[in-house]
T-cell receptor
Framework: DTEVTQTPKHLVMGMTNKKSLKCEQH?????MYWYKQKAKKPPELMFV???????INESVPSRFSPECPNSSLLNLHLHALQPEDSALYLC????????????????FGEGSWLTVV | GNSVTQMEGPVTLSEEAFLTINCTYT??????LFWYVQYPGEGLQLLLK?????DKGSNKGFEATYRKETTSFHLEKGSVQVSDSAVYFC???????????FGQGTELSVKP
C-alpha cells in the first residue's frame, strides 16, 4: 500500500478565512512533505517534516502554517491567503528523508485544489 | 546547483507510436532518479525509478535506464495508448537534502 490521503479534494476560501488541509499516510513513513503546484508548472517544495520535526521551510510566507501532530498526519493551516495562493497543494511522504541512494522513494497524494476568492 | 533539463512539450503522437521523452540532469554524486506522471486533474503518481548506474526502471510498458556517463534518464515506451495522455516529470533526488529536483514537465497527448 503506497497511499497518501488528502482532504479536502477541493476548497474555496475567502481572504479572511482560516482553513486547514489534511494529509494522512499509514506506510510507517517518517518524512512528510508539502508541495505547491501552479497550473502547467512542476511542484515546488514548501515544507519537509522529518520524524515529526520541521526540517525544511523553503521561505514560505507565514500565512501558511504546517503542523505534524504525529508520524501519520500532516496539516497545513491557511490564514489570510491571497488569490495568487490558489493552486494544487500536494502532500507526500517517504520512509526517511536521509535514506540516500538506497531507495528513498517519495509518494504523493491526489492533492487539494485550493481557490482563494 | 542541481538541475534538470527535460524535453519540452507538448508532444502529440498517434496511438501505437513510439515515445521518447529526454531528460538530462546535473547533480552532486549519484542521485536516485524518478519519473512521475500526472493525469489531468490528479496528483503525481510514481511511474518508475532507478537508484544506481545502469539500472533500468520499468512500469506499465514504460522504461528508463540510468546512464551515469551521459547523466541522462530518458523515458521510452514502444506503443503509446490514448490513456497515456498526461504530463510526465523527470526528477532526480538530491540525496543530501532529500529534495526532488523536478524538470519542467512534458505534456503528452496521444490521439486515436
Amino acid at each position: 500500500d503506497t497511499e497518501v490521503t488528502q482532504t479536502p479534494k477541493h476548497l474555496v476560501m475567502g481572504m479572511t478565512n482560516k482553513k486547514s488541509l489534511k494529509c494522512e499516510q499509514h506506510m510507517g513513513h517518517r518524512a512528510m512533505y508539502w508541495y505547491k503546484q501552479k497550473a502547467k508548472k512542476p511542484p515546488e517544495l514548501m515544507f519537509v517534516y522529518s520524524y515529526e520535526k520541521l526540517s525544511i521551510n523553503e521561505s514560505v510566507p507565514s500565512r501558511f502554517s504546517p503542523e505534524c501532530p504525529n508520524s501519520s498526519l500532516l496539516n497545513l493551516h491557511l490564514h489570510a491567503l491571497q488569490p495568487e495562493d490558489s493552486a494544487l497543494y500536494l502532500c507526500a511522504s517517504s520512509q526517511d528523508r536521509y535514506q540516500g541512494t538506497g531507495g528513498n522513494t517519495i509518494y504523493f497524494g491526489e492533492g487539494s485544489w485550493l481557490t482563494v476568492v | 546547483g542541481n538541475s534538470v533539463t527535460q524535453m519540452e512539450g507538448p508532444v502529440t503522437l498517434s496511438e501505437e507510436a513510439f515515445l521518447t521523452i529526454n531528460c538530462t540532469y546535473t547533480a552532486t554524486g549519484y542521485p536516485s532518479l524518478f519519473w512521475y506522471v500526472q493525469y489531468p486533474g490528479e496528483g503525481l503518481q510514481l511511474l518508475l525509478k532507478a537508484t544506481k548506474a545502469d539500472d533500468k526502471g520499468s512500469n506499465k510498458g514504460f522504461e528508463a535506464t540510468y546512464r551515469k556517463e551521459t547523466t541522462s534518464f530518458h523515458l521510452e515506451k514502444g506503443s503509446v495508448q490514448v490513456s497515456d495522455s498526461a504530463v510526465y516529470f523527470c526528477a532526480p533526488l538530491d540525496n543530501q537534502g532529500g529534495k526532488l529536483i523536478f524538470g519542467q514537465g512534458t505534456e503528452l497527448s496521444v490521439k486515436p
